[in-house]
């Protein structure tokens, strides 16, 4: 059983550890400081999680109450989680609740993008304001908030939040929910990121036994695919592991993503070099069902982690200071520039960035196409004959 002292002396350490109390209780301590009490009960033969506040400001005596209300629903055949969801929402006026209603009116856009705002969401705000009255939430609430995001570190998640939490506190003054916005109040009060680039291998020799790594990988095929197809198209990660099989058009040896899944919004195509289209000919063999190219190991509706690529890198010894899955495209851009010196203007274009011409027009798509599919032939040769000096040595 957990005693008052124990929970008051736990610190944070490496990673989130529990202290359990008894029948179901437990006092989550997070590694960014935060102390949690975690219900932990089954519903229907289904494992769930109730959320009882934050330590100290809930006492272990409290949690123990909210624990002994919600064992008696469960008693009774109701899912105490589902009964709090309900009330909050059918209130209409808790944060969770406008949080809703602004997404459903905001609608999808980009599939990474989206992708981050759920995860801000569903990570960081709602868990700590979701059940609030939004107009009770005062900008010392919104702040703690943000600085727990800032505490480990994501200082530019952290100012995200803090807007995209605006966002749903205008939208809730335009309902007649909400009073103010504290977003606005706290903005100046935020931690500043520090500007930084991708880690990138830029240099030929380097790159090379980067890419012998690679052809070592003992992964799995799905991202062993995705590694190597990270060098030859270098694309953004998102853009990759989003990929569906409609993309990939084999039949003009090409990859086509429409414009709501580009960064800049504008539809893409990737000329694909024989290198190229052979991986993505063997991984289509592997695997015909499901939409994602790179599909996860759990379930083809998913696609592979935006930590895959990554993790791989750190098994293979190239941590985050020596080479990133975006950093693929820094090793390109110099490479193509420097060693096989094709024309800024095409790497641009294949790289997808906002290019324009003298009288200020955004170049198409096609812009290049039939230059930028021999360039994209000639880097995948390029790094055919750097594997091969680097596996000669």
């Known amino acids: 059983m957990l005693t008052l002292a124990a929970a008051k002396k736990a610190e944070s350490g490496d990673r989130d550890y529990k202290l359990f109390d008894e029948r179901g209780l437990f006092l989550l301590v997070h590694k960014a400081g935060g ?44 899912d105490p989680g589902a009964k ?57 609430d919104l702040l703690d908030v943000i600085r727990r995001i800032e505490a480990r570190g994501a200082i530019e998640t952290g100012r995200r939040a803090n807007q995209f939490a605006g966002q749903v506190f205008r939208f809730g ?22 500007k930084t680039h991708f880690s990138a291998i830029t240099e030929p020799k380097a790159f090379g036994r980067l890419l012998c790594a690679i052809d070592d990988y003992q992964g799995t095929p799905v ?33 086509e993503i429409a414009g709501e899944r580009m960064k800049m ?13 052979a991986i993505f000919q063997n991984l289509h063999e592997l695997h015909r069902r499901g939409d994602f190219v790179f599909h996860s190991a759990k379930t083809i ?9 990554r993790a791989a890198l750190r098994t ?13 495209r820094a090793s390109a851009r110099t490479m193509l520039d420097e060693v096989l010196e094709f024309p800024v203007d095409w790497i641009e274009h294949q790289l997808a960035h906002s290019v324009r011409d003298a009288n200020g027009r955004a170049y198409n798509r096609t812009k290049h196409l039939k230059q930028r599919a021999g360039m994209m032939q000639a880097w995948a040769d390029y790094l055919d004959s750097l594997r091969a000096q680097s596996a000669s040595l």
Request: with cysteine; glycine share 8%.
């Open 84 to 140: 709090r969801v309900k009330a909050r929402l059918a209130a209409g006026e808790s944060f969770e609740a406008i949080y809703r209603d602004w997404l459903a009116v905001r609608g999808p856009k980009s599939t990474t993008g989206d992708e981050r705002l759920k995860r801000i969401f569903e990570g960081d705000l709602l868990p700590i304001l979701g059940g609030r009255p939004a107009r009770d939430i005062t900008p010392p």
């Open 173 to 194: 003054i335009a309902t007649s929910r909400c009073d103010r916005d504290p977003s606005q109040d706290i903005r100046d009060a935020l931690a500043t990121p520090t």
């Open 223 to 255: 991202v062993s695919a995705a590694l190597k197809l990270s060098a030859l198209l270098f694309c953004r990660p998102g853009e990759l592991r989003h990929m569906t099989w409609s993309e990939v058009v084999f039949d003009a040896g090409r990859i």
């Open 316 to 328: 293979m010894g190239f941590d985050n200071d020596t080479h990133t899955g975006h950093g693929f």
């Open 35 to 78: 102390k949690y009490w975690r219900f932990k009960y089954r519903y229907r033969g289904k494992e769930k999680l109730l959320s009882f506040g934050v330590f100290p400001e809930v006492t272990l005596t409290e949690a123990r109450i909210k624990r002994d209300d919600a064992r008696k629903q469960l008693r009774d055949d109701i």
């Open 265 to 277: 919004g504008e539809p893409h195509i990737i000329p694909l070099s024989e290198q190229a289209l």
């Open 301 to 309: 509706k998913r696609p592979i982690s935006e930590n895959a690529v």
